[in-house]
């Protein structure tokens, strides 16, 4: 069974830095796609990067182009999402998702057919 579980959010304050952890467990990260989308409060989920092992990376969200990177540990089996210089329009809850065994990286949230759960992410001051 696939399961995706995200961790790192928190309370942060503008400016501040955060890294998000997705972990894969029954499924090998190495080898495939793994996007990240969030979802504000009455906003529709939206995404924000998608790391593919053969396309590089995808920026979906011009909103934090030079402020978000996206990483790997394959000894971890995890995919991070490294951002920086947050903004309270960053406030959100940020989830990681896949396309089982594929190295896609779909625009549509509902393309993806494998979700973690989410973390908070909050930006206050």
């Known amino acids: 069974q696939v399961q995706l579980v995200e961790s790192g959010g928190g309370l942060v304050q503008p400016g501040g830095s955060l890294r998000l952890s997705c972990v894969a467990s029954g499924y090998i990260l190495e080898y495939y796609a793994i996007g990240w989308f969030r979802q504000a409060p009455g906003k529709e989920r939206e995404g924000v990067l998608c790391s593919s092992v053969s396309d590089g990376i995808t920026n979906y969200a011009d909103s934090v182009k030079g402020r978000v990177t996206i990483s790997r540990d394959n000894a971890k089996n995890t995919v991070y999402l490294q951002m920086s210089n947050l903004k309270p329009e960053d406030t959100a809850v940020y989830y990681c998702?896949?396309?089982?065994?594929?190295?896609?990286?779909?625009?549509?949230?509902?393309?993806?057919?494998?979700w973690g759960q989410g973390t908070q992410v909050t930006v206050s001051s």
């Open positions: 998702a896949t396309v089982l065994f594929s190295n896609d990286c779909p625009e549509r949230p509902s393309d993806y057919d494998h």
